[in-house]
């Protein structure tokens, strides 16, 4: 059995589609201020955080964000050139080992600083695929492409996700409130601008504890009763890039059964549907209600936003069993589920 | 909220930015002998794939089995070139980063003997920014590598794919000097005045125009010349979306114009009116060149344009379609 640990603290800022000129410790900042007042703490007995060297255009760009946090006295600590959500995967297996009861986890990336496509494109195979310079929309519309002729899906299925999403969106404050898809014109065919996520600066952090601690420090703990990732290769000439094969497998390692609401990391309208198969998703289950990524994309915190968006829905007493889920590496590589539950555990 | 932030170019009191920081250059890689086989044998114009233990080829190739984890066989098998479009997406404003300058789709592409597909750009000869898809470009499409003349032993050492060769443009170029005969002289003379001539037919008194010298509903021959008016009416007629060099721009409107008085329709040009509001029964007038420009020929009339008249009921030019 695993120990029982849970999400007792979720904080994000209001994300912005635009440089509003604080660097990213400024953007961070507030944020860990924030999650320490909600949960009484000062200090966590771990801390793992999420970021991309390639946004920021600087090495150990996330050595300088611990600032945030308060480094000194020396802080147990960790970072994943990732979404943050493998960094509370992180911490949650740190927590496993049982000698610490609390865990800080933060991810953040200001991605108007650069061009966004271009610098995903470094994350790609140095051998065959960044060489030719191809960025991340033109993947992952060879995966709608491939998605749609396999499963009879049309642009206005994707289109119909936008709208949803978009509509979802401008009822939360910490989403981009962005209009109601329209236009003909491509972007990278056969998507469209409003099949892509915003470009957008943001942060978030999460608290995880274990256990009484959780119990003290929430009034309704959201439990991880199952949490997974999968991989696939890289390369995606060897994948069958109409379905998520990992996504399926971490969703059925995770327990991913009964799902109230699912948080996505879908970054393009067809990777929620992908998903949504992979996960066996029905109707009965509500699908990013925050918005998700299609309407606030933040690097390397969309994925840990998708874990927060959900477990609130557990802590605010709406939901009682939830889904988190984040994506990275090209066309949905890597998927991480992370099922959490409001049921008392432990 | 977010959604109230100053729009981009606002004024909003920030600093512009003092700092471009670029990352130059990259990073020199060792290749290893399975990426290492694969980069040499494309330097010297081949594609190549590795055997895994069950007998799959993988292109490019992998030091482990995608599937298993487990180590590839060592032996390398010559694919392709020539392969098959799997997915594909559609770049029709390429940035700067990318491999061509003008619109192009990128591929994943499987080559003939492989089991894996190799990721490329595939060039369809679009020129024109922001073009759509051509209509051949389909999954299944069969596409062959274009390789570059300097090769260095990289994934750039194919410039991109091409479609397979299907068609060719075979060009072929004769050269006949025509006589139109004495009825079509008679006609052009008319033209080169201004005036529009046909023939009565002394048989069936329907008048031929232009004319043949001939009734080609009675087979007798004509020599009574009539003057018809420049006026007449729309009977039938095609929109036109392929460029013409004869035509005004496209769309352009082909008609068959009953002139009035006459028993046979002329074809010309219709202009002067959006194509989509042409209409059988519209009546037209010619629209003559400029007096000091006519010579010898038909184009005297640029095309008819329409006048402001009510149109001809169907039931008086149905018998002339
Ligand atoms: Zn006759």
Redesign the pocket.
């Known amino acids: 059995m695993p120990r029982p640990v849970a999400v007792v603290a979720f904080a994000q800022t209001e994300h912005s589609g635009e440089d509003r000129g604080m660097a990213e410790i400024e953007i961070l900042a507030p944020v860990i201020t924030e999650i320490k007042e909600r949960t009484g703490q000062k200090q966590f007995g771990f801390t793992c955080s999420g970021s991309c060297d390639y946004l920021a255009g600087a090495p150990f760009a996330f050595v300088s964000a611990l600032d945030a946090i308060g480094a000194w006295p020396p802080i147990s600590e960790s970072h994943v050139e990732m979404d943050a959500a493998w960094a509370l995967y992180e911490a949650w297996v740190k927590l496993q080992h049982g000698d610490i009861d609390t865990a800080l986890v933060y991810g953040f990336g200001k991605s108007s600083q650069g061009n966004l496509r271009a610098v995903l494109t470094q994350q790609l195979d140095p051998y065959h695929l960044a060489p030719l310079g191809i960025d991340a929309v033109s993947l992952a519309a060879l995966q709608a492409r491939a998605y749609m002729e396999r499963s009879g899906a049309k642009e206005d299925d994707l289109r119909a996700v936008a709208a949803r999403s978009r509509e979802a969106g401008r009822g939360n404050p910490f989403a981009l409130h962005l209009p109601e898809p329209e236009g003909d014109d491509y972007d990278v065919a056969p998507l469209h601008p409003y099949d892509v996520a915003p470009v957008t600066d943001g942060a978030a952090a999460i608290v995880l504890a274990a256990g009484d601690r959780a119990r003290d420090m929430c009034e309704r703990p959201a439990w991880i009763t199952g949490i997974d990732h999968r991989t696939e290769p890289h390369a995606p000439g060897v994948r069958d890039l109409s379905r998520s094969d990992s996504a399926r497998v971490a969703g059925e390692r995770a327990g991913a059964t009964g799902i109230e609401v699912a948080e996505l990391h879908a970054q393009y309208t067809h990777e929620e549907l992908i998903l949504r198969e992979a996960l066996g998703l029905g109707e009965d289950t509500a699908v990013n209600p925050s918005g998700g990524p299609l309407s606030a994309n933040p690097m390397m915190a969309a994925g840990l936003i998708r874990i927060g968006e959900a477990a609130a829905r557990v802590h605010d007493g709406s939901a009682s069993r939830v889904l988190g889920h984040a994506s990275s590496g090209p066309c949905l590589q890597q998927n991480l589920v992370c099922v959490l539950s409001g049921e008392n555990h432990g | 909220m977010p959604s109230d932030t100053a729009p981009a170019g606002a004024d909003t009191g920030l600093p512009e930015p003092n700092h471009v920081l670029e990352f130059p250059g990259g990073y020199t890689r060792s290749v290893g002998p399975v990426i290492g086989r694969f980069f040499s044998e494309l330097r010297d114009g081949r594609l190549v794939g590795v055997r895994t233990a069950d007998g799959r080829v993988l292109v490019p190739p992998s030091e482990y089995d995608p599937l298993t984890g487990e180590d590839v066989t060592g032996e390398f098998v010559e694919v392709g070139p020539v392969g098959t479009v799997t997915t594909w997406s559609w770049v029709a404003r390429p940035a700067k980063e990318h491999p061509l300058d003008r619109p192009f789709a990128w591929a994943l592409i499987r080559p003939d003997g492989a089991d894996t597909a190799l990721l490329h750009a595939l060039d369809l000869g679009v020129f024109d920014e922001g073009a759509k898809p051509p209509k051949f470009l389909k999954t299944g499409m069969r596409v062959r590598p274009r390789w570059r003349a300097e090769r260095t032993g990289g994934i750039g050492d194919i410039e991109c794919f091409q479609p397979e060769v299907t068609m060719i443009n075979a060009p072929t170029r004769l050269e006949y000097r025509l006589k139109g005969g004495q009825a079509l002289r008679r006609f052009l003379e008319g033209m080169s005045e201004g005036r529009i001539l046909g023939h009565r ?6 008048v ?1 125009v232009p004319m043949k010298g001939l ?4 087979g ?1 021959p ?1 020599t009574e010349e009539v003057e018809l008016p420049d006026t007449g009416t729309v009977t039938t007629f095609a929109v036109n979306n392929i460029p013409d060099p004869r035509a005004p721009e496209v769309p352009f409107v082909s008609a068959y114009v009953l002139l009035d008085g006459a ?1 046979l329709t002329m074809l010309t040009l219709v202009a002067g009116i959006p194509a989509d509001q042409v209409r059988m029964g519209m009546r037209v007038k010619a629209a003559w060149r400029p007096r000091e420009e006519w010579e010898r020929t038909m184009g005297n009339i640029k095309w008819f344009e329409p006048v402001d008249e009510p149109d001809v009921p169907f039931e008086e030019i149905k018998d002339f379609m």
């Open positions: 037919c002394p048989v069936c008194e329907s031929i009734c080609p509903r009675d007798v004509t028993g």
